[in-house]
């Protein structure tokens, strides 16, 4: 589950001081600090919150908490990427491999096998 608390409050700025809030916060519900350390096992420095490994009768009761915003499943999703090499229509292979032919329309061989290129992203 990811436990979302809001916005980073000022006090919490040491990162060892979120994860000990976030801690103090599951002792409440679990009974033992063993329990509440054991459960975390990512606390979010961006924003107030926390990934932890709960029952659902645990994530219930925390999201009834004082300060707790939302508590929801945390679920693996497929990424969509545009870095597979099939997509940018490349071979798996080593372009500078002696043993593997790269053929005359690959896109390796149509960009120079990478020289003189410059790839940055610019995230607005």
Same mark, same amino acid.
């Given at each position: 589950? *990811?436990?979302? @608390? #809001?916005?980073?409050?000022?006090?919490?700025?040491?990162?060892?001081? *979120?994860?000990?809030?976030?801690?103090?916060?599951?002792?409440?519900? @679990?009974g033992s600090k063993e329990a509440a350390t054991n459960s975390i096992f990512y606390s979010y420095k /961006?924003?107030?919150?926390? %990934? %932890?490994?709960?029952?659902?009768?645990h994530a219930t009761a925390i999201s009834k908490l004082p300060? *707790?915003? &939302? *508590?929801?499943? +945390? $679920?693996?999703?497929?990424?969509?990427?545009? $870095?597979?090499?099939?997509?940018?229509?490349?071979?798996? #292979?080593?372009?500078? &491999?002696?043993?593997?032919? /790269?053929?005359?329309?690959?896109?390796? $061989?149509? %960009?120079?096998? #990478?020289?003189?290129?410059?790839?940055? +992203?610019?995230?607005?």
């Open positions: 589950h *990811v436990v979302y @608390l #809001g916005e980073q409050h000022e006090d919490f700025l040491e990162p060892e001081s *979120v994860t000990n809030s976030h801690h103090e916060l599951l002792l409440s519900t @679990l /961006i924003f107030n919150g926390f %990934a %932890a490994d709960l029952e659902e009768e300060g *707790v915003v &939302s *508590v929801f499943l +945390n $679920r693996e999703h497929k990424l969509h990427t545009t $870095r597979s090499w099939g997509f940018l229509g490349l071979e798996d #292979g080593d372009p500078k &491999s002696e043993t593997e032919e /790269i053929p005359s329309f690959s896109l390796w $061989r149509k %960009a120079g096998f #990478g020289k003189d290129v410059i790839v940055a +992203n610019l995230d607005t």
